[in-house]
């Protein structure tokens, strides 16, 4: 069936540093992937989206690129900042409607 | 342009009570997904529902739970004679349409704890 693995954490990390949350996926025909993010105590947000093979998505200086050679759709940024700390979610929509999502990576930016 | 409303936020019973939690869609949606959210593990899927149907209750435990979505009203997650285990973290989502592209909006949450 379809689902999605993504890195385990936690992530710590100093600002400024780069960031890379590993993503890869398994799925039956032609999904579209995301990456949400989870303040503390919050729900989780849309962070970006790539609906097709080589798209990009970005957002808030994040980027992913669907991957299809190697299923990937791994989430960087340049440059992290503390206001980054968050749990991010990789997810995938199947053709059956059902969004899978991983199991979530926790990431802290210190100072 | 309100959000997907989740009510209550907080939510404590005692074992073998009933807990109910409240789900508005964002307006125009009309699919709805719930997940259980367990303390430092990721979102597992329970049942995703459109107006007066359930599609998928692939994930929600057989016996206690229940879901609906009625054609006034917001969508209803139940668990009856509630036991420690459910205690959880319960995010409701909706989705204005079906289709590959389409996205969630989730809710804050709703916070169980079962004492």
């Known amino acids: 069936g379809d689902s999605v693995t993504q890195m385990e954490g936690p992530v710590t990390l100093s600002e400024e540093a780069f960031l890379t949350i590993n993503c890869t996926y398994t799925?039956?025909?032609?999904?579209?992937l995301f990456w949400y993010v989870q303040y503390p105590g919050e729900g989780l947000q849309l962070l970006l989206k790539?609906?097709?093979?080589?798209d990009k998505g970005s957002n808030k200086g994040f980027e992913a690129t669907y991957r299809k050679e190697t299923t990937s759709f791994h989430l960087e940024k340049g440059s992290v900042q503390v206001s980054d700390s968050a749990v991010y979610f990789c997810?995938?929509?199947?053709?059956?409607?059902?969004?899978?999502f991983g199991t979530g990576t926790s990431l802290t930016v210190i100072p | 342009n309100a959000g997907v409303m989740q009510n209550p936020r907080h939510l404590v019973r005692r074992r073998g009570q009933e807990a109910r939690l409240r789900c508005s869609p964002m307006?125009?949606?009309?699919?709805v997904y719930w997940y259980r959210q367990l303390p430092e593990e990721g979102l597992k899927f329970m049942v995703y529902?459109?107006?007066?149907?359930?599609?998928?209750e692939s994930g929600m435990p057989k016996e206690r739970f229940s879901a609906e979505f009625p054609k006034e009203g917001p969508s209803i997650l139940r668990i009856q004679q509630v036991v420690r285990g459910d205690s959880a973290a319960y995010f409701c989502?909706?989705?204005?349409?079906?289709?590959?592209?389409?996205?969630?909006?989730f809710g804050e949450g709703s916070r169980l704890t079962v004492l």
């Open positions: 790539a609906t097709k093979a080589d």
């Open positions: 799925a039956t025909g032609y999904p579209s």
């Open positions: 307006k125009g949606h009309s699919h």
């Open positions: 989502a909706s989705s204005p349409r079906q289709g590959r592209t389409g996205e969630l909006f």
């Open positions: 529902l459109q107006k007066e149907n359930i599609i998928d």
């Open positions: 997810a995938l929509i199947s053709t059956g409607n059902q969004f899978y």
